[in-house]
Each structure stands twice: as structure tokens, then as C-alpha cells.
């Protein structure tokens, strides 16, 4: 089956600095790849999504890169702000649906004032 | 706030008990997906539903079983829980097949099992 490895496990990052987190996916089926934020005590929010078809997407300060070839894709996150602090999940699907996601061991990110 | 509802939020079993954890999905939504997430985990897939059938498995024991009601909303049911069953329950409900563009969770039911 599918295995998501994330990292880093952790990532501090002062107020208006860049963030980057990174994901690797083992199944070359896959072929979709949303990124969820999570609150502490809230439900998974997506963010941000990005399909095989295509190796970039951007929203606003939110971005994602995909390279099929090396199996791995990655979220960045620029002029962060406090409100960005939470846990960041990458998943994958090999569905091209939000469906059956495989997730990471999630990023907690805080930023600092 | 998604129209994802799950109930109850928390609850706290013995081993060896059984539990259902209930889950309303989104309006329209017919695709139900149950995930567990340990304490410092990513969620885990455990099975969906859709249009009363399971449609997709992860890897968890039989004693993880499951249903979906005409309305859409489904339950999780757990037989002879154990210690690591302890985790948070979430539920995704999300439209069929190429409708799929988004999972909308709902807040989860947090099980302990002492």
C-alpha cells in the first residue's frame, strides 16, 4: 500500500519568514495530494490540493510543488503569520479524488511574533 | 464550519466493550469515510462507504465494521476494544467519483479505552 513520509515533525519559523514542508509518497499510482491544517482540538481543514497533472499550484501565500519523477511534493508557506500555527498533514490518493487518503505523521508549525 | 456532524465528541470505554461512534454527513454528500487518528498521528484510512456498501478497506482487524444508512449517515461500530483503539474517530463525507474534489471532515469523537 501507500506510505506518506513527512518532515519535519516540527518547524519554527519567526512572524513573516517562509515555511516548508515536505512529503515523499512510495505508491507511483497516486495522483492526488491534498494538504490539511489542523487546529488543536479542531477537525482537518484542506488548504490546499494539487493533482499529477500538474507541478505547481498557488492560493494566495499558500503554495505547492509536485515532482512525479522523484515522488515527492511539498507545501510552502511565505510572510507567515501566528494564525499559520497549527499541524500541517500531507495525504495522498491513488483515486484522483479526495478519497481513501493515505496521510503523514503531520508538521506542527509555530510562528513566533 | 462543514455540515459534518459526529456524536458523541468524547467517550470513554473498558476493554473488552464494544462502541458506535455516529457520523451526519455533509448535505448531498453519499460517500462516507471513517479515519482514525492516534495522538500525535496522521489519520488513518479505515473504510468508506457509499451508497450503503463499503467501498474500500485499510488495513483494520474485522472487529472495525461499519454501516451506511439510506440517509447517508453511518455509523463505526468497534467490538472488543483494546488500549491502542484509543484514538480520535473522524468522518469525511465527500461527493462521488469525479465530484470528489474535497473531504470535509467533522470534529472527531475522541474514544479512550482504560
Known amino acids: 500500500g501507500e506510505n506518506v513520509e513527512q518532515h519535519p515533525s516540527t518547524l519554527s519559523v519567526q512572524e513573516g519568514d517562509s515555511a516548508v514542508i515536505k512529503c515523499t509518497y512510495s505508491d507511483s499510482a497516486s495522483n492526488y495530494f491534498p494538504w490539511y491544517k489542523q487546529e488543536l482540538g479542531k477537525r482537518p481543514q484542506l488548504i490546499i490540493d494539487?493533482?499529477?497533472?500538474?507541478g505547481e499550484k498557488k492560493d494566495q501565500r499558500i503554495a505547492v510543488t509536485l515532482n512525479k519523477t522523484a515522488k515527492h511534493f511539498s507545501l510552502h508557506i511565505t510572510e507567515t503569520q501566528p494564525e499559520d500555527s497549527a499541524v500541517y498533514f500531507c495525504?495522498?490518493?491513488?483515486?484522483?479524488?479526495?478519497?481513501?487518503?493515505?496521510f503523514g505523521t503531520g508538521t506542527r508549525l509555530q510562528v513566533t511574533l | 464550519e462543514t455540515g459534518v456532524t459526529q456524536s458523541p465528541t468524547h467517550l470513554i470505554k473498558t476493554r473488552g466493550q464494544q462502541v458506535t461512534l455516529r457520523c451526519s454527513s455533509q448535505?448531498?454528500?453519499?460517500?462516507v469515510s471513517w479515519y482514525q487518528q492516534a495522538l500525535g498521528q496522521g489519520p488513518q484510512f479505515i473504510f468508506q462507504?457509499?451508497?450503503?456498501?463499503?467501498?474500500g478497506r485499510g488495513n483494520f482487524p474485522p472487529r472495525f465494521s461499519g454501516l451506511q444508512f439510506p440517509n447517508y449517515s453511518s455509523e463505526l461500530n468497534v467490538n472488543a476494544l483494546e488500549l491502542d483503539d484509543s484514538a480520535l474517530y473522524l468522518c469525511a463525507s465527500s461527493l462521488p467519483g469525479h465530484l470528489n474534489t474535497e473531504a470535509f471532515f467533522g470534529q472527531g469523537t475522541r474514544l479512550t479505552v482504560v
Open positions: 462507504y457509499y451508497r450503503e456498501e463499503e467501498n
Open positions: 494539487i493533482r499529477s497533472n500538474v
Open positions: 448535505s448531498g454528500h453519499n460517500t
Open positions: 495525504a495522498a490518493s491513488r483515486s484522483g479524488t479526495a478519497s481513501k487518503l493515505t
